[in-house]
């Protein structure tokens, strides 16, 4: 399967500042970026979709001034989280999309637990 | 917004027996995937089902699809405590790049 890396896999920060995550695909070029959140016990629920030099298109009820997403290159994708507060405290999991695929596996990212205090 | 219900939310078995685990969803679909994620863990691909296709096998693993229904499941055979695990089905649509929308899941307890 293809290799697709987050970073950081794990960050605390305080209520207020604003944490950066980033995926990477490894292995093949995104042309597509999904983002996902998971809150405890829950599933994944998708929060935006952003193709590479396009702006994301976020689902209903998440707010794209506190997520941005910038998706610059076929590798890399980031998902700023701002003036994060506790009740952002979740599993952010990013999921590549190679050009061209469709209706196959779709590949994850290992997640980044955000802790907001 | 999900896609659809897994059930049962828990199940809890003893190692050796097999774990049935049912997922349905609401609009036509292009496949399905089941996913484990261990606790805290990121997703682990399992298989994937293609509308097309009736029954699909893998290793412990077997997976239907019902395509009138709306629903599919996953049989684990010969359960191990290694399978204790949250499972979730995902529905991919009929549409290139597209997101897959996850249900809500079943943990599995498997315990020796």
């Known amino acids: 399967g293809a290799v697709v890396s987050q970073h950081p896999s794990r960050v605390i920060c305080k209520s207020g500042t604003s944490v950066k995550i980033e995926c990477r695909s490894l292995?093949?070029?995104?042309?597509?970026m999904f983002w996902y959140r998971q809150f405890p016990k829950k599933s994944l629920m998708l929060m935006a979709t952003s193709n590479e030099g396009s702006k994301a298109t976020y689902e209903q009820g998440v707010e794209k001034d506190k997520f941005l997403i910038n998706h610059a290159s076929l590798t890399l994708s980031t998902l700023t989280v701002t003036s994060a507060h506790p009740e952002d405290s979740s599993f952010y999991i990013c999921?590549?999309?190679?050009?061209?695929?469709?209706?196959?596996?779709?590949?994850f990212g290992p997640g980044t637990r955000l802790t907001v205090l | 917004s999900q896609q659809g219900e897994e059930d049962p939310q828990a199940l809890s078995i003893q190692e050796g027996e097999n774990a049935t685990m049912n997922c349905s969803y609401k609009?036509?679909?292009?496949?399905l995937q089941w996913y484990r994620q261990n606790s805290g863990r990121g997703l682990v691909h399992l298989i994937l089902i293609r509308s097309n296709e009736r029954e699909k096998h893998s290793g412990r693993l077997r997976v239907t699809l019902d395509t009138s229904k709306k629903s599919s499941s996953l049989l684990i055979t010969a359960s191990r405590a290694a399978d204790t695990a949250s499972y979730f089905c995902?529905?991919?649509?009929?549409?290139?790049?597209?997101?897959?929308?996850f249900g809500k899941g079943t943990t599995l307890s498997v315990s020796s």
């Open positions: 995902a529905t991919g649509v009929n549409q290139a790049g597209t997101a897959l929308i």
């Open positions: 292995d093949f070029q995104a042309t597509t």
């Open positions: 999921s590549p999309l190679a050009g061209g695929s469709s209706y196959n596996e779709q590949f």
């Open positions: 609009t036509s679909i292009n496949n």
